[in-house]
C-alpha cells in the first residue's frame, strides 16, 4: 500500500492519496487546495484515482474536487447527509475571505458501513457527525486489525476534536462519534484532516476531551 500525504491551503489540510502497490488504482481524500501538488504526485507514481472522497464537505476540504475530477475522471463521493455542506462550500469559502469554483455534483452518496475498494484496498465508511452532519471516517487495514489505520478528517486531532460551532455542528453527536473512534483497538493510526498523526491509544490517554467523553 502507498499512502502519500500532501498538506495543502492556507488552512494546512491534509490531503492523502492511499493507492494499491499492485494495481496502482487509487482514492485521494479531502483536496482541498493546490491541484498541481496533487497532480505531481499521482502522474510521478503512474497511479490511476477511481474516487475523490470529501470526509466533509467544508471548503478547505473540497476545494479543487472539480479540478482533481476534470484531471483524473474519478468518481467525487460524500456521505448522503453532506450534501447542504458541500452544496454551501463556496459561500462558506467567500465568508473567510477565499474565493472557490463551483463544486461537481457528487457522484457518489456512502452511508455508515458503505465499503469503498480500488484494486486490493477496502474502506470502510464510519459515519462521524458533529463537527457536520454527513462528516464520515474511513477505516481500513492490509493485515487485518492489527494494523488498522483510521482517517478522521475534522472529527478527532492529535490531543483535539473538530469545532461544533458552525454551521450543523453538534456537541452531541461529537461525542458519540468520539467514543465509537476510541472503541477502536489502541494500536490503530489515526490520520486527521490536520496536524500531526497519533493513534487511538495515545488519544484515550492524553486527547483533552476523553475524560468529557468517555
Do not use: W
Amino acid at each position: 500500500m502507498l499512502i502519500i500525504g500532501i498538506t495543502v491551503g492556507p488552512l494546512q489540510v491534509n490531503c492523502l492519496i492511499i493507492a494499491s502497490d499492485e494495481s496502482k488504482k487509487a482514492i485521494v481524500i479531502d483536496p482541498g487546495d493546490e491541484t498541481e501538488r496533487i497532480m505531481d504526485a499521482i502522474n510521478e507514481n503512474s497511479l490511476i484515482v477511481e474516487h475523490i472522497i470529501c470526509t466533509h464537505g467544508h471548503f478547505d476540504h473540497v476545494g479543487v474536487v472539480g479540478d482533481l475530477k476534470k484531471e483524473t475522471g474519478a468518481k467525487a463521493t460524500i456521505h448522503k447527509d453532506e450534501i447542504e455542506i458541500y452544496a454551501s462550500a463556496k459561500k462558506m469559502a467567500s465568508l473567510f475571505g477565499y474565493d472557490l469554483d463551483p463544486l461537481p455534483e457528487p457522484d457518489i452518496l456512502v452511508k455508515d458501513g458503505d465499503v469503498v475498494s480500488v484494486g486490493t484496498l477496502n474502506f470502510e465508511v464510519f459515519h462521524t457527525p458533529g463537527h457536520t452532519p454527513g462528516g464520515i471516517c474511513l477505516y481500513f487495514s492490509s493485515l487485518g486489525k492489527s494494523d488498522g489505520t483510521v482517517i478522521t478528517g475534522d472529527t478527532l486531532f492529535a490531543g483535539a476534536v473538530g469545532r461544533t460551532d458552525l454551521y450543523g455542528g453538534d456537541m452531541n453527536k461529537l461525542s458519540e462519534s468520539f467514543k465509537r473512534l476510541m472503541a477502536l483497538p489502541d494500536n490503530t493510526k489515526v490520520l486527521p484532516g490536520h496536524g500531526p498523526a497519533t493513534t487511538i491509544g495515545r488519544e484515550k490517554r492524553e486527547n483533552m476531551f476523553s475524560g468529557q467523553y468517555l
